[in-house]
């Protein structure tokens, strides 16, 4: 089967690799019906992290084999895979947090059982700990939600996270700073908690418009100083009751610290790039709290899954642009250069 | 009168200073029956800060005079002041954190008219703003409250605010870094929010003891990456729901996050000694979020009051040295030297 590689910075691939096989019996293996593209894949596409061999780790498909142990996941059934392995029994999966499941691991690294796990942009992928990692689909569904479900696996899950991470609550004032995929769900997300008003950060005028449309009241077009002064300008001087930060860069995290009122809070989703620190000056002093992290999307999928599947939200919006597996450098250099939000593949 | 300055590193002196008078509607002159040092009050005097003037910044006593707009408070009132001055009026204080009233200020600096405000260890304070500074203790009390009403205005609000901002609540497990007089508060905050184990970090058997009084169920006396692990065996490997962080040195903060549970929460209020970072990474991949700073105590007044005029908590504990105000050195001696946890100062 074909599957996508990395090879090094800007070096990405579509090769003949091995069809997996069930390793253990808690394995599944998937056929992939879409996968996608996501924002840190870039980090090693950029060559500002290593990055080598299978890439990927957003995907929805439909199961082909189960191991023995498998049973809640049966062939044929469509299902969502999370960026990552997870049992969904450990006690950080039952406190919510999928992502430090404590036999988890990554898509393309090695598993607990000391197999390397596919990355997730290939036509098919085995699954470890299948019960825990895939979500099924409870009904058929039509083609045109293939896109929205998709977004479970990641984006839409990670931009929920931001919101539920800064608290965001019936009433409050929201601020987005980032206005990739995640923020767009940012947008979703914060709209769908009850804020009152959702502002977006953004120069771009499509994101800005597909902002508007997923619920964002006002865009802030200016960046540093000047957009937390805006910011603040439009909140009673003092800022938004909470901010979701989806970028990861230091300046990003000031930014959004910054336009946040005393006592509000900050949701944090960017992954951070380079290990940036922060100050505690400027949170204590003015009581912002910071709060987020990898986002555990597998924890959310019951909450966020029938809203997709009425259509009420649908994030899958933010995938401007759909190509063959075959053409993933494509996909790659047109997220990398901004011409497109998202890219979807179809294998 | 006479009232305690700071001349400088060591340098306490009580001396005589102008009897304070009403310099505006919105004061009030009160007679200081108690007044305490705090932990803080240690930077300056250890030279860490620089330090001149009029100092102390916890008091409890009875109104005097106030100026002709004043009209919550009257002459004969027995009050509580915070440690910082407030409008409670503004859009911050309305929010819940007076600590960054839009006209507050701090004792012994200047206040939003001009004036040097007072420092709260003397015999008289003129209390700017008091209205909205002053809690009203709404009976007579017993001599023997004293104590617990003076830890209103700073320690024990700023224990509550350190267990707010964690997050703690019914049945959470919760660890508290610091064993001063805020941790020790920590612990019976805590304690009154449910938490249904709470980890004392300390060395010192007197303290450890008072903890144990306040409601701590187990003591920790490793420290560093040891008392981490100490803390996560307690707590199924991977660490307390929340923590308190009660020092303000970056090696507590971590200790403090590294003690916390995928998905917990530190709740600091530790004065951030010489602005130190924090490092994304650790708080990022483990989703363990900070949250807290300068205590809005005042806010609190209202909810804990009660409770200490009924007995139910007995903070003024904390207090394990009294002495007259003439001897105000030697209580800054006697905690910088940890001879004494907090220091009472009867004028």
Not at 301 to 307: Q, R, T
């Amino acid at each position: 089967m074909r599957a996508t590689l990395i090879h090094g910075a800007h070096d990405i691939r579509v090769e003949e690799v091995p069809d997996p096989v069930l390793l253990t019996d808690t394995d599944a293996v998937v056929r992939v019906v879409a996968a996608c593209v996501c924002g840190s894949d870039l980090w090693p596409y950029r060559g500002v992290t290593h990055g080598s061999g299978r890439i990927g780790h957003e995907f929805v498909g439909v199961v082909e084999e189960v191991g023995a142990g498998v049973a809640k996941v049966a062939p044929g059934d469509f299902v969502i895979a999370p960026f990552y392995i997870c049992d969904m029994e450990c006690v950080n999966c039952r406190n919510g947090f999928s992502t430090s499941c404590l036999r988890g691991g990554w898509w393309g690294e090695e598993d607990r059982d000391g197999h390397l796990a596919d990355g997730g942009q290939g036509e098919r992928v085995r699954v470890p700990l299948a019960d825990g990692t895939l979500c099924v689909v409870p009904r058929a569904i039509d083609e045109s939600l293939v896109p929205h479900l998709l977004t479970l696996s990641d984006v839409m899950g990670t931009g929920h996270h931001a919101a539920v991470s800064a608290g965001v609550g019936p009433g409050d004032t929201v601020v987005v700073a980032g206005d990739g995929a995640v923020g767009l769900c940012g947008v979703i997300a914060a709209s769908r908690l009850g804020a009152s008003r959702i502002v977006m950060m953004s120069r771009n005028p499509a994101r800005q418009e597909l902002a508007r449309e997923f619920g964002a009241t006002d865009i802030v077009e200016e960046r540093g100083d000047e957009g937390v002064a805006a910011v603040r300008a439009l909140f009673d001087g003092i800022g938004a009751d909470r901010a979701l930060e989806c970028v990861g860069s230091a300046e990003a995290m000031r930014q959004a610290i910054g336009a946040t009122r005393p006592g509000g809070q900050v949701g944090l989703v960017g992954v951070p790039h380079l290990n940036p620190e922060i100050k505690m000056g400027p949170l204590f002093g003015r009581n912002v709290g910071v709060r987020g992290g990898v986002a555990p999307v597998r924890n959310y999928v019951d909450e966020l899954l029938p809203e997709v599947l009425d259509g009420r939200i649908r994030p899958g919006r933010v995938f401007d642009l759909e190509l063959p597996l075959a053409e993933a450098a494509e996909a790659y250099a047109a997220m990398d250069s901004r011409r497109a939000i998202k890219v979807l593949l179809r294998p």
